[in-house]
């Protein structure tokens, strides 16, 4: 399989998972937001809105591929979680286990120079998210979830 076709492979089987967990970016700002966690809101709607610029960039990748757009996966699909707890713990444990998978994919497939680049990069901006949810899964585990609530108003 050529560079360009590992390339293709490897964005098709990213996209329906990338476009789930904005949707669930999206629905759990909307959550938090109406609950009156302006904080915690604002944050993942700004993620909603980068996940979202991300899908649009793979899409516009594979269609100078010469790729097909797949959007559905079902094995894709991501929970929405009511609890704030929840929502960040999940969310923090299946970040980190899809960073382990992007980069054992990138480092195993052979991709062209542009779309590692990106990928490479995107990995980054992944990394740093997870960091975030790591540290503030540590905090409710610190000061209690109630406090951590607090200081998301």
């Avoid at 809101?41 to 594979?62: C, F, H, P, Q, S």
């Avoid at 996966?73 to 969310?91: G, K, M």
């Avoid at 901006?125 to 540590?138: G, P, S």
Wanted: charged fraction near 25%.
């Amino acid at each position: 399989m050529n560079q360009n076709n590992q390339s293709v492979e490897l964005l098709k089987a990213i996209l329906p998972t990338l476009i789930s967990a904005a949707q669930q970016h999206y629905v759990h700002a909307t959550i938090n937001l109406k609950k009156g966690f302006i904080k915690l809101g604002n944050r993942m709607m700004e993620e909603y809105t980068e996940e979202t610029a991300t899908v649009g960039k793979i899409i516009d990748r594979l269609i100078e591929l010469d790729g097909t757009v797949e959007l559905v996966n079902p094995e894709a699909q991501l929970a929405v979680y009511s609890s704030i707890e929840d929502q960040l713990r999940n969310e923090c444990d299946y970040q980190f286990k899809s960073i382990a998978l992007l980069e054992g994919a990138i480092r195993s497939t052979t991709l062209d120079l542009v779309t590692e680049n990106f990928l490479t990069e995107y990995l980054n901006e992944e990394t740093q998210h997870a960091a975030w949810l790591k540290q503030q899964v540590e905090l409710m585990d610190t000061i209690g979830v109630k406090n951590y609530l607090s200081k998301q108003i």
